[in-house]
């Protein structure tokens, strides 16, 4: 199965250099490779419109696993294992995540889908003229009558759950440090935290927030105690 592995980063990224060079030491630790992509400097919405532009000019391919740059693999069979998932054509399959206390849905950090869901949303995108052409950006939305605020990717899983597609998440296990962010869980959804370092049982782990600075260190640790 023809399966493309990849992140996006800015080039503006504190000590970027480190983060893709920790990154791929840890993919290639487990025999993984992964496509690590700079934004362009034309792009208003770097994060979701990379995401969009990518999928929309990519040839020849099936499945596709999409990370952020302080997200890593943490067994050889993490990829494999998400492919499993995803491979009926009609399955989303990525680490939870939720905003505000919003329905949780597979967020970038790890996300997983295959050429016939991307197909699928291509066609929710023509027939629904409202939605924004960059189809994985952070905007507001109305629902109940209440406009809030959807993440990278939110909107993604909402479209698409609308249509019936199957949105399977991946749950934190543990975080290195005190989490930032805790969904409260229901009848539908469990009770999860995350942030400051997060590991899943996708068999990944999420740095968060390496756009700061001071958030880097826990993604440098893990990814040293994983490859020693």
Known sequence: MDNRVVTFYAKELPNVEKVLLNQKKVFNHFGLDIE??????????????????????????????????????????????????????????GNAQATNGQTPFAA????????????????????????????FRYQEYTKDDQTLIADVAEIFNIEHRKVGTNIKLSYPVKN????????????????????????FDSHTFHGTEIRYEHKQQVFFDVCKKIIS
């Open 176 to 199: 290195e440090l005190e989490p930032v962010w805790e969904y409260p869980g229901n009848d539908d959804f469990p009770r999860f935290q995350w942030g400051n370092g997060t590991w």
């Open 108 to 135: 970038p950090n790890f996300l997983n889908l295959s050429y016939d869901v991307w197909r699928k949303t291509v066609e929710i995108w023509e027939k629904n003229l409202d939605l924004k052409r960059d189809i």
């Open 36 to 93: 690590q992509i700079e934004f362009t400097d034309t792009l208003r919405h770097p994060h979701s419109e990379a995401m969009t532009y990518y999928l929309t000019k990519l040839k020849h391919w099936e499945t596709v696993s999409i990370f952020d740059v302080d997200c890593v693999a943490t067994s050889t069979d993490t990829i494999s294992d998400a492919i499993e998932k995803i491979k009926d054509g009609k399955t989303i399959y």
